[in-house]
């Protein structure tokens, strides 16, 4: 397929490795900046230009990847004419490019992204479109690039992102303010990391309120006594300390 990919930030770079990857054309990259977009482009083979340029409308699919914020504001730029048009953002209607074409969607891409990963993960992708045969199209398309791809409307959208939020940022700020507390108190941080991954792994084949461990679900009263004594140096940290232990105590 012939995609041209809007901006030049995370998803939109590894969206077009992927795409690379599995024999896609990437026609065009387009973003705001032109040097992000000449960078990306060389990377997959593609024409750069920015909003001022021309999109070439012999793309068969419109990815547009940008902030959620620019989404609306960036598409009054280009003339899409019937062309499909589709964004990845978990937490916005698919409805906001019903101005711009009469074939849209969303290609939502279920994973932490970053331009700076060496390796493609495994990346679930969300779909829903315009109509059922859009819909299908871009089933058929995700499942190119995936062996995970769901449909899903906005409102189903919404609720896995929010649970996306609180699975991955929420734990990796726990990590980072874990981090802190282990330098404050001169302990070794990496001493960690095997633990972290062990607990999240069991989760592949486990529900993770099977494999819960710790002192608040033996309710082990003494150890956590222990812990909030060392935590009263850490005001903020003790109070995440106790609201979590309440919520495993008491789910
Ligand atoms: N990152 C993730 O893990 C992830 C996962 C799933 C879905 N998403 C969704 O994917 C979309 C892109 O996210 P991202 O993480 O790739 O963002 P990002 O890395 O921050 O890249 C932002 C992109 O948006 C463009 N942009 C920002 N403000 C703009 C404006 N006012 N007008 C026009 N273009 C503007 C930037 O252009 P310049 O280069 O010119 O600044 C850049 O191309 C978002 O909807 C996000 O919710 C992200």
């Given at each position: 397929m012939q995609v041209t990919i809007i901006g030049a930030g995370n998803v939109a770079t590894v969206i077009g490795r992927l795409l690379k990857k599995h024999q896609h054309q990437v026609l065009q990259v387009i973003n705001r900046s032109i040097e992000p977009a000449q960078r990306l482009a060389a990377e997959v083979g593609a024409e750069a230009i920015d909003y001022q340029g021309k999109p070439n409308l012999d793309a068969d699919m419109f990815i547009i990847a940008v902030s959620d914020h620019a989404l609306q504001e960036c598409l009054p730029h280009f003339n899409l004419d019937h062309k499909l048009v589709v964004h990845t953002a978990g937490s916005v209607s698919r409805d906001v490019l019903k101005p711009f074409s009469p074939f849209y969607g969303v290609l939502y891409p279920l994973q932490s992204l970053r331009k700076?990963?060496?390796?493609?993960?495994?990346?679930?992708?969300?779909?829903?479109?315009?109509?059922?045969?859009?819909?299908?199209?871009?089933?058929?398309?995700?499942?190119?690039?995936?062996?995970?791809?769901?449909?899903?409307?906005?409102?189903?959208?919404?609720?896995?992102?929010?649970?996306?939020?609180?699975v991955s940022n929420f734990t990796n700020h726990l990590y980072a303010i874990t981090e802190d507390f282990c330098r404050h108190e001169h302990l070794s941080f990496d001493l960690l990391k095997p633990l972290i991954l062990e607990t999240a792994s069991r989760i592949r084949h486990v529900s993770p309120a099977e494999v819960q461990t710790g002192p608040a679900v033996r309710k082990d009263i003494q150890t956590l006594d222990k812990h909030l004594r060392i935590l009263t140096a850490y005001p903020k940290l003790r109070t995440t300390y106790l609201r979590l232990t309440d919520s495993i105590m008491n789910p």
């Open positions: 700076e990963m060496q390796e493609i993960p495994e990346i679930p992708f969300l779909v829903d479109g315009s109509d059922e045969a859009v819909t299908k199209y871009l089933e058929d398309f995700a499942r190119s690039l995936s062996p995970m791809v769901a449909r899903m409307g906005d409102d189903d959208r919404i609720r896995l992102h929010t649970a996306a939020v609180i």
